[in-house]
């Protein structure tokens, strides 16, 4: 049969069909859940009121982001991605971002240092860490170093993240610092966590399955996110927050405007309510999240919940781009000695 | 009179849905795929130029990766065995049965496959975790000190998968056996042979179609199912298809996953040849 011509035709009548339609609007890939509902309030809808554009959310996490990126290389889809700091490195080495214009993002300049790419490929808009997350109901002397988790009294009453995402890497670090290693010579760390092994009741893959096992009574400990302890003990879960005396480790979610973008100058504008005060201010109260600019004052209540001022000081932030490099032979370690 | 045959395009006409969908759904992303699966990744850097093997050599070579393969396989022949021995007799049951209630009968085999996946694999978490449904009865038995682990492991998986692929077993059975006039299992009788053994030569053989595309699909599915994996086995037991998400979508290795991807697809298609080729032998005996 003659089909060739057909299966030719059909080729080119789908690809014509794949083309996306476009109109005038800020594709925005940013995380899920109550991260972009507060992100609708805090940024979102002063950017609208300001330019008259209009904002689509896509929801991914930062690998889902990256992949998105890689897929559409030179012509992307969307205008601005929202990536964690260890994945945005890889995204900027394979060349996938464009550089910010000052011009546009006027607040880059108050931003901590820390917070900004050094060839201005991403800004950090938002300071959390890996903290220890307890029930206050159960736990009578809250935990202050990460070393009161090989206590016995949390033995079968712990849960930690797996190793490829934030909490868990950081967990590793923390263990592995903690037990005269570092984020180079990673071996003490997973020494220490074959130790707690026994005791673990599972490892988490999404940071709200924390919620369910402390309400459920499962866990009554875990290494979890700054932000997401305050989000759950405002909505009445019995959860409280233990920064860690050795310092809690930090993570730095970051935006970025992919190289292509038909939209550049609206991407960046964008980005600038993300990085300003009042941007800021809102986000810290509703999502407590760590501002990233100077000028922004916090109500003390809210200050003592997230890294702020001097505290950031404290927090340790491991080498990104290292990490990016090593998590591959990390997780492939953790697979093997801690989980099989 | 040759205009009034059909043109030898009009076979081509039939064909083009499945056509397109295979071009569009299966093929492209093949394409896409196998280019990938030779480029050396590099982390923290991405995907390099040139060609490599390495991600199949690994696959071959490292104890690592053929343990899960090796489970993943075993997996979906336990599964399938199990579909089989439960759904046989169901669905001889209903395809021979003359009872009003059929339909309804039927219809609560279908009715798992109208609840989403997600939910179905929430309950059987609810059911099997260690202060589930079942650890919970038997402790209050006495039967047992310590919650028995049915999660995280071959069981959990077994039993979710066994329960959630076991209806795409029963009616691809049903359709075979109800195919079989059942003149022929009477014939059988009145020459002499036994219930049982009218049921093993007769029946039993004429379904070897529908047992073996019904065990093909189950198969299939349970191989290459995700989301019941990642949900039941966790991170603590991985198979092929959560260990190919975790290298594309956690490890952004996009070339090691493809690999993988194609050693999952080279799986299938060798169980389906072996099948197929065990069939042909039996159903020649």
């Given at each position: ?11 080119a ?57 890689r897929?559409?290389?030179?012509r ?27 011009a ?6 108050d ?8 060839d ?17 109901q159960?736990?009578k ?20 993240s ?24 990673i071996?003490?760390?997973?020494e ?21 096992l402390?309400e ?27 920064f860690?005396?050795?310092?809690t480790i ?39 999240a760590?501002p990233?600019n ?9 200050a ?31 697979a ?5 | ?140 038995l ?45 014939a ?15 029946t ?74 065990a ?7």
């Amino acid at each position: 049969m003659r089909c060739t011509g057909f299966i030719a035709g059909f080729a080119a009548a789908a690809s014509v069909l794949a083309a996306p339609a476009r109109s005038q609007e800020l594709v925005v890939a940013i995380f899920g859940g109550s991260f972009a509902d507060n992100a609708k309030i805090c940024h979102v809808a002063p950017f609208e009121k300001a330019t008259g554009a209009k904002v689509v959310f896509v929801f991914g996490s930062s690998p889902e982001n990256i992949g998105r990126l890689r897929a559409t290389k030179g012509r992307p889809e969307i205008d601005v991605a929202y990536m964690d700091r260890q994945i945005v490195i890889q995204a900027k080495a394979e060349g996938l971002l464009d550089e910010l214009s000052t011009a546009n993002v006027k607040n880059i300049k108050d931003l901590y240092p820390i917070a900004i790419d050094e060839d201005r490929r991403w800004v950090a808009f938002m300071f959390s860490g890996t903290a220890i997350a307890y029930n206050p109901q159960k736990v009578k002397t809250p935990p202050t170093s990460w070393a009161d988790l090989w206590a016995p009294e949390y033995k079968g009453k712990i849960a930690i993240s797996d190793v490829s995402y934030s909490a868990g890497m950081h967990f590793l670090i923390a263990a592995s610092r903690l037990n005269g290693g570092s984020v180079e010579n990673i071996d003490p760390g997973f020494e220490a966590i074959k130790r707690l092994r026994p005791g673990i009741v599972t490892f988490y893959t999404q940071a709200d399955q924390v919620v369910t096992l402390i309400e459920r009574g499962d866990i009554i400990v875990a290494p979890w996110y700054v932000d997401r302890v305050g989000a759950a003990a405002a909505k009445g879960i019995p959860v409280a927050l233990a920064f860690p005396k050795e310092g809690t480790i930090g993570i730095t979610p970051t935006a970025s405007v992919p190289l292509g973008s038909k939209r550049k100058e609206l991407a960046e504008k964008y980005i600038d309510v993300l990085l300003s005060p009042e941007g800021q201010k809102c986000y810290a109260e509703r999502q407590y999240a760590g501002p990233t600019n100077k000028l922004v004052e916090l109500p003390e209540a809210i200050a003592k919940m997230v890294p702020y001022k001097e505290n950031i000081d404290t927090i340790f932030f491991p080498d990104a781009g290292y990490i990016a490099k090593t998590l591959p032979t990390w997780a492939d370690r953790w697979a093997r000695e801690i989980v099989r | 009179m040759r205009g009034a045959q059909p043109s030898r395009w009009a076979g081509c006409g039939l064909l083009s849905p499945v056509l397109l969908l295979l071009v569009v759904a299966f093929f492209a992303p093949l394409a896409f795929m196998a280019p990938v699966s030779v480029r050396p990744y590099r982390p923290g850097v991405g995907i390099g130029e040139g060609f490599t093997g390495e991600h199949y050599a690994r696959l071959v070579s490292d104890a690592f990766y053929l343990e899960i393969i090796g489970r993943t396989v075993l997996l979906g022949l336990s599964v399938t065995f199990l579909t089989l021995v439960i759904g046989y007799p169901v669905a001889y049951f209903l395809a021979r049965t003359q009872s009003r209630w059929r339909h309804w009968l039927t219809l609560l085999v279908v009715f798992p496959l109208l609840l989403n996946l997600v939910v179905r694999t929430f309950g059987w978490m609810a059911i099997l975790a260690n202060r589930g449904l079942v650890n919970d009865l038997l402790m209050a038995l006495g039967w047992i000190e310590q919650p028995v682990k049915l999660m995280f492991n071959f069981t959990g998986l077994l039993i979710g998968l066994t329960h959630i692929f076991l209806p795409y077993m029963v009616l691809t059975l049903m359709g075979a056996i109800q195919n079989i006039p059942r003149d022929l299992e009477h014939a059988a009788r009145v020459l002499g042979s036994g219930r049982l053994a009218a049921f093993r030569d007769v029946t039993v053989p004429l379904s070897v179609p529908g047992i073996v595309s019904g065990s093909i699909l189950v198969f299939v599915l349970t191989i290459t199912a995700l989301v019941t994996p990642r949900l039941l086995g966790g991170p603590t037991y991985q198979v092929m298809s959560t260990m190919i998400y975790d290298q594309f979508l956690r490890l952004l290795n996009w070339p090691a996953g493809s690999a993988m991807a194609f050693m999952l697809t080279l799986v299938v298609v060798a169980t389906i040849g072996l099948l197929n080729r065990a069939a042909r032998r039996w159903g020649v005996r």
